[in-house]
């Protein structure tokens, strides 16, 4: 039993490991594939063919491909992604400092999707074809068509142009300092200080930004609970609940909803790697000082290097987040374990 | 998903109306969608200005002009008429998107046939590759790749396919894999059919209908991510229109001129809508096996 859970935990780890070394390897290739030179790219339009020829020499473009690929990866386990062209840092100084805004934001949209999507995939199961069904149904079916980065500027213009009730973008007002640094996650860290007015601030920040990007998730979610409740409230076993005289909430929230969320768990985890996408877009309109606002502004300013750790970065957590749900699948479900 | 379909006066047993009743009112917009495609190719193709005013005629007394009935959708900061815009830029929105979803069906689905006939050596690396491909979150690899090219339309379509084949290699071997121990392929198989008559003649009629369904719904999906990726400015370059590089370029109005943003971010949303709707319907009516789901 715990040897075949351990194998099959061991399956998951070392496919996530052929992935990660595939996504190496097509991040390198993708690198070598520029069209320009990027030797010339880096010295500049008016360098000199010795000084670019320096350059290439430097950056080592003139050995081997098969060289190359393996200062690459030293390279990569020392944690080295190359310097950014636009910032002239390098590219993993600028990404941690970018980082927790990002996962700040992120973190706040699973909690709102994971919150809405089961409620209301549960409560549009239990009123099925009647009005509650129907509205979550159409809520679902909108937040998986809206493109997120439309409806973030929609969004601003309700809540802060119309309304004036939230603020345009941005993690704080201009002119107030961050609490002191604990967790990176300005949330917490206010919290931690005791710092109730600031908390609000940032909380009024978070709310547009976290809502438009929970969207997808929340409408999928909505869908895949209801359902999956629909299904688990046909079983034997909730008729035999209900004969026993059991309470109907402890019935829903006992044997129905536990139950009912393990095809859940797959959006959840599917939905997360589609969010590090949508951090992208949507970090771009509400200006919020994260890792997707750095990808979306190092692809404007064609920002090679950045470009491809960026790709790197985002798909190994893709992968990681994935790893994550089936190992928690694996955890849910001991139907898997045998 | 089901919305109640559009009620008819009088049920009538045509053709037609059977047609209309299964596609709803998803299906006129998908209709009115066509329509502007249409126009837009038209004005593209030929130089005709079939649209209210020239979608990149620039008209500097006139700039970002709200909504009115000279201008329905208003202006924008270079004065160019937005409605107009919105019309033709169906062509380079939607026309790519359809290209980029032709080829990604087109090779995944055969990638996916050949496997699952195959089986074996072949199955496992055309799967492994497929594998990797799904190991990259789909927007951030297309707009590598889109990036590493130096973006433009036709390598942002390319990268795309790129992006969205190894689903329809997926779902093909699945449904190949299904349908390969069936009694009438073994018999095709006994009256001397070749891999290559069972791969192009036998198996399509069957295949068809769950590719479709999945082509149907990635409208909306490879809509949506076009204009992302031209929203980060890969796509479509101006003045052209296309509707995720018109939201682009008004970001810097926002939020004053919300007509801007508003309408050609309707035409994305409209469009998805429509395609998932009629991607739900086309799935009940042509796949059972989902249809009690309700999902």
């Not at chain 1, 959006?267 to 771009?284: D, H, K, R």
């Not at chain 2, 009743?21 to 495609?37: D, E, K, N, S």
């Not at chain 2, 969205?164 to 073994?186: C, H, Q, S």
């Not at chain 2, 949506?224 to 810097?252: H, K, N, R």
Request: glycine share 8%.
């Amino acid at each position: 039993m715990l040897a075949q859970l351990l194998g099959l935990v061991a399956r998951r780890l070392f496919a996530a490991s052929f992935l990660l070394v595939g996504i190496v390897f097509m991040t390198f290739a993708l690198s070598r594939l520029l069209p320009g030179d990027p030797a010339r790219m880096y010295a500049g339009a008016r360098a000199t063919p010795e000084a670019v020829a320096l350059v290439r020499q430097q950056l080592g473009l003139d050995a081997p491909v098969l060289t190359q690929f393996q200062t690459y990866v030293a390279a990569l386990a020392h944690g080295d992604l190359g310097l950014s062209i636009v910032t002239r840092r390098p590219v993993v100084e600028d990404v941690i400092s970018f980082l927790p805004a990002t996962i700040e934001l992120v973190l706040a949209a699973a909690v709102i999707g994971i919150l809405a999507g089961t409620v209301l995939g549960t409560w549009a199961a239990c009123r099925q074809e009647r009005l509650p069904d129907y509205s979550a149904r159409g809520l679902a079916v909108l937040g998986l068509s809206l493109p997120d980065f439309w409806l973030a500027i929609l969004m601003q213009l309700i809540f802060f142009s119309a309304l004036g009730w939230l603020p345009l973008g941005d993690r704080l007002n201009l002119d107030t300092l961050p609490p002191p640094t604990v967790t990176g996650l300005l949330l917490p860290d206010a919290l931690l200080a005791g710092n109730l007015p600031l908390a609000w601030e940032i909380l009024r920040h978070l709310a547009l930004p976290a809502i438009v990007l929970s969207l997808p998730l929340a409408g999928l979610l909505t869908r895949t609970t209801r359902a999956a409740t629909i299904e688990v409230l046909g079983k034997d076993y909730i008729r035999h609940a209900r004969a026993k005289g059991l309470s109907r909430r402890r019935i829903l929230v006992r044997h129905v909803m536990r139950n009912a969320m393990m095809p859940g768990v797959t959006v959840i985890g599917l939905q997360l790697g589609f969010m590090i996408s949508g951090a992208v877009l949507v970090e771009t309109v509400f200006n919020w000082p994260g890792v997707g606002r750095y990808a979306a502004q190092a692809i404007r300013a064609v920002d090679y290097n950045a470009i491809m750790a960026m790709t790197l970065i985002l798909s190994c957590a893709y992968v990681l987040i994935n790893l994550a749900v089936d190992l928690a699948y694996v955890w849910l479900d001991p139907r898997l374990r045998s | 998903m089901s919305f109640p379909a559009v009620e008819l006066a009088q049920p009538q047993n045509s053709r037609a109306l059977a047609m209309l009743r299964l596609v709803g009112v998803p299906g006129l917009i998908a209709l009115v969608l066509l329509a502007c495609i249409a126009i837009g190719g038209l004005w593209r193709l030929t130089g005709l200005v079939p649209t209210p005013y020239d979608p990149v005629a620039l008209d500097l007394s006139s700039r970002l002009l709200p909504p009115s009935g000279l201008h329905p959708f208003g202006t924008d900061s270079l004065g160019r008429d937005v409605l107009s815009r919105v019309v033709a830029g169906a062509w380079f929105s939607l026309m790519t998107s359809l290209a980029v979803i032709a080829i990604a069906a087109t090779i995944g689905t055969l990638t996916g046939a050949v496997a699952g006939l195959l089986g074996g050596l072949a199955d496992e690396v055309l799967m492994r590759i497929t594998d990797l491909f799904l190991a990259f979150p789909a927007l951030v690899l297309a707009a590598a790749i889109s990036a590493t090219f130096g973006g433009g339309l036709a390598t942002t379509a390319l990268a795309l396919a790129a992006v969205f084949w190894p689903w329809y290699a997926r779902i093909a071997r699945a449904r190949i894999l299904g349908l390969k121990n069936l009694d009438f392929v073994t018999a095709a198989i006994t009256l001397g059919a070749s891999r290559r008559y069972l791969l192009f003649v036998t198996l399509p009629p069957l295949l068809a209908p769950t590719i479709l369904v999945q082509m149907t719904m990635d409208v909306a999906f490879v809509t949506l991510s076009l204009s992302s990726l031209s929203f980060l400015g890969l796509g479509v370059q101006s003045p052209l229109p296309e509707w995720g590089g018109m939201i682009y370029e008004a970001l810097p109005s926002q939020p004053r001129a919300w007509w801007l943003a508003a309408f050609p971010g309707g035409a994305i949303a409209m469009t998805a809508l429509a395609f998932n709707l009629l991607g739900d319907r086309l799935r009940d009516r042509l796949d059972p096996d989902s249809k009690s789901r309700g999902v």
